[in-house]
């Protein structure tokens, strides 16, 4: 066995163990290599730009743990946008698993331990305010500021529940879901993930179908977001916005170019570009964990670039194209 | 009659759901609606079906001690326990309302690592993969190596060093010969599932009956 064979035959421990360092040691330094952002992202972000406090979007967690990696920060990148703008969000869930998601999303938003965060004010706290017929955002903020209550140094705005965001979540066979919604989302939803009526939400009554919803925006790692397009963009016409995996980003460029879709996140490159155009806006201050992880995904990408060449390099060097050559005539 | 029951179910569900998203009256609406409030919950029953069926097969390998029974145990504590801690006791890990319930903290700390580990293992095995597999043996092998190695350096920041050119090839790779490759598959698989969509309404596709009523 001579040099080229044996590389050919390298333990894959060896490829398994350079994987790992390549991995962890950009996470430890964090570069911050730049990205330039694409147009298919820059829709989306123009089109959530453009909304105000009397539109509202969907943004569906349509995706499990599994690839919450790319998924999360996409999902958590147009959320943050949204209540930066005060557009009203509603959240759903695809799967039982994807509702796990939907919280711990939600969570990152409005965790106080994260700077920039947005202070919750849940649906029974507001209760009197709502009572009085106070339901637009402005006058909401000056009423609950005006009872005392003080915005945290490091919080960016409060966000009243059922005003600011409903927490919709998972239904079964969320397909027919998303058909029943285009009719009346009370109807499918009748009550939120904490138990409250959605019929009572200020949110519900300006957009009572996905008919008076702006856009929909589903995170997903897999087929589930094609429910979207065929049950709501095909049906009534919703605007609809994919924030997809990397390896399935190729499949849904033909969307792009019918008008199906308004842009696309494509992995986590995609959720890195949209928090490049939110501190380019003055969205945040920061960019966040997709961008981070862009410097592990270059040198991973690098990594498996020069596998590749010196994989080949020693097949033909060491002339294993010609043994397999022979044994194909063979 | 096992057999004709569903079948004629099928039929004039699938018929007129087919009729309906063709016709926009008032009636059209109320069918429309009394399905999507309807099928849900029918869908919700599938589960409990599903429940009941994964209970029987596994509580069966335990009994025989099948080879293997003791991950029968690993499949039904958690389908039972994990609701019944939703369910049963939703108060946080400390008692509180204000900390996660012990339903989300086995969530979060169980599930999403796991599920997230399973995934990332992809990566090692990409990288194995790509050094023994990927090789340029003949020209449409070299063709699908250099896209691949294009389009993967133009997805991340490092390959901005080589110049504009390879974002911009990359983006073209995608936004056109994979575009249009993929645009003739899913006008093909479209086709075929219209085609089974109507051999399944009209009874001549019966597969998804299984073996009831032979």
């Known amino acids: 066995m001579n040099f080229w064979d044996k590389m050919l035959n390298i333990d894959r421990r060896w490829i398994f163990l350079a994987i790992g360092v390549v991995t962890i040691i950009p996470f430890l330094i964090g570069i911050g290599m730049p990205i330039t952002t694409t147009t298919e992202v820059e829709d989306i972000f123009d089109f959530v730009n453009e909304l105000g406090p009397e539109n509202a979007i969907f943004v569906a967690f349509d995706f499990a743990p599994g690839t919450q990696a790319e998924c999360m920060p996409m999902a958590v990148g147009v959320v943050r946008h949204a209540f930066h703008n005060d557009v009203p969000v509603f959240m759903t869930a695809y799967f039982p698993l994807s509702h796990g ?221 010609k043994r397999h050559q022979m044994k194909g005539r063979g | 009659m096992k057999r004709t029951v569903p079948l004629m179910i099928v039929m004039v569900g699938g018929i007129l759901m087919m009729i309906q998203y063709f016709i926009p009256h008032q009636y059209s609406q109320v069918v429309f609606d009394n399905y999507t409030e309807w099928a849900p919950i029918v869908g919700a029953f599938a589960l409990l079906l599903g429940v009941g069926s994964l209970t029987r097969v596994h509580s069966h390998r335990i009994k025989r001690k099948a080879p293997n029974w003791p991950y029968s145990w690993a499949v039904l504590i958690p389908l039972f326990g994990m609701p019944f801690l939703a369910l049963i006791w939703p108060e946080s890990l400390w008692g509180g309302s204000d900390s996660p319930s012990v339903f989300h903290f086995l969530f979060m700390n169980i599930q999403v690592p796991i599920q997230s580990t399973m995934f990332s293992l992809l990566a090692f095995y990409i990288a194995s993969a790509a050094f023994r597999a990927f090789r340029a043996k003949s020209a449409l092998a070299t063709v699908l190596l250099l896209s691949a190695v294009i389009v993967m350096l133009a997805q991340v920041p ?43 309404i009209f009874g001549v596709e019966r597969n998804w009956l299984g073996g009831a009523g032979e």
């Open chain 1, 101 to 321: 998601m939907m919280m711990a999303g939600f969570d990152y938003v409005t965790n106080p331990s994260i700077d920039g965060y947005y202070q919750v004010v849940e649906f029974a706290e507001w209760a009197h305010l709502r009572e009085a017929g106070i339901t637009t955002k402005a006058e909401l903020v000056t009423e609950w500021e005006n009872e005392g209550n003080v915005l945290p140094e490091n919080a960016a705005n409060w966000v009243f529940e059922g005003r600011d965001y409903a927490l919709l979540g998972y239904a079964p066979l969320f397909h027919l879901v998303i058909l029943g919604m285009t009719s009346s989302i009370a109807n499918q939803y009748p009550e939120d993930a904490n138990g409250n009526a959605l019929i009572e939400m200020p949110m519900l009554n300006e957009h009572k179908s996905l008919r008076e919803v702006d856009l929909a925006l589903t995170t997903a790692g897999s087929s589930a977001c094609m429910s979207w397009i065929t049950y709501a963009r095909e049906k009534i016409g919703t605007p609809i916005a994919f924030g997809v995996t990397a390896v399935m980003a190729t499949d849904y460029y033909p969307y792009i170019q019918s008008g199906q879709i308004i842009g696309q996140m494509g992995g986590l490159r995609g959720a890195a570009e949209y928090e490049v155009l939110m501190v380019e806006n003055d969205v945040t201050e920061s960019t966040g964990k997709a961008f981070r992880g862009m410097d592990v995904q270059s040198a991973d990408h690098l990594l498996i670039i020069l596998l590749i060449i010196m994989g080949n390099i020693a097949y033909f060097a060491g002339g294993a194209h």
């Open chain 2, 158 to 200: 490092i390959g901005e060093i080589f110049g504009p050119w390879l974002q911009n090839t990359g983006l073209w790779i995608l936004r056109y010969p994979n575009l249009a490759a993929k645009r003739a598959i899913m006008l093909g698989v479209g086709f075929g599932i219209l085609a089974t969509n109507l051999k399944i």
